[in-house]
């Protein structure tokens, strides 16, 4: 498993560290566009299709198209221009896969937006919690037709989001920490608000 560059993006709303100058302006709408459109759109064709179709192979079938152009979208292009992150599976001549982590150099930096950033990171982890829910209620209502449906919408955005958080901060231990120190923050925070008072 290969590993470059981790602290170049802002990450799940992490100010970009330029105080000076905020880079709210989306310099990629039409990526940015697309990032959400192709998963909003799967879930909303998933929530509407028993209402206004009752085949259900054309429902499945426009939901599976809609969740692979989703992930190639966001593992190919809205990854790399909105964030800076890059991920990908290798196999050498030994027939070994190796993972590959990346992200932009810090002088590149001035290339991403926080605006742009927020909206990546925003779809890319609400979409899954949706695919979540969309599993245990398609097991619970046993509509089991539609379970290989929703367990693809799940796996193919989880792994997006498992392969940009994995390229934002690097191994399991880093993965620990950032939860870590995210949680001890969020704390923090709730600490100082009751003291203040009203």
């Not at 909105?82 to 027939?95: A, H, I, M, S």
């Not at 001035?110 to 097991?139: D, K, Q, Y």
């Not at 939860?179 to 709730?190: D, G, R």
Request: glycine share 6%; with cysteine; net charge positive.
């Amino acid at each position: 498993m290969q590993r470059q560059d981790s602290q170049d993006a802002p990450l799940f709303g992490e100010d970009d560290g330029n105080t000076l100058v905020r880079k709210s302006n989306i310099r990629h709408p039409v990526v940015s566009f697309f990032h959400l459109f192709f998963r909003t759109s799967a879930i909303l064709v998933y929530l509407l299709c028993d209402m206004f179709s009752s085949r259900f192979i054309a429902c499945m079938v426009t939901i599976i198209l809609l969740l692979s152009c989703d992930f190639w979208t966001v593992k190919n292009v809205s990854g790399r221009l909105l964030v800076g992150l890059r991920w990908w599976n290798q196999v050498d001549e030994d027939g070994k896969s190796h993972w590959v982590f990346e992200s932009r150099k810090t002088q590149s930096l001035n290339t991403t937006s926080g605006a742009e950033s927020r909206i990546f990171w925003l779809g890319l982890i609400v979409c899954p919690l949706f695919w979540i829910v969309f599993v245990f209620s398609t097991i619970l209502s046993l509509k089991i037709k539609w379970l290989a449906v929703v367990i693809m919408g799940l796996v193919l955005q989880g792994a997006n989001l498992y392969g940009y958080v994995r390229c934002k901060v690097g191994g399991k231990s880093n993965l620990r920490n950032m939860a870590k120190n995210y949680f001890t923050v969020e704390i923090f925070k709730q600490a100082m608000k009751k003291t203040e008072g009203p």
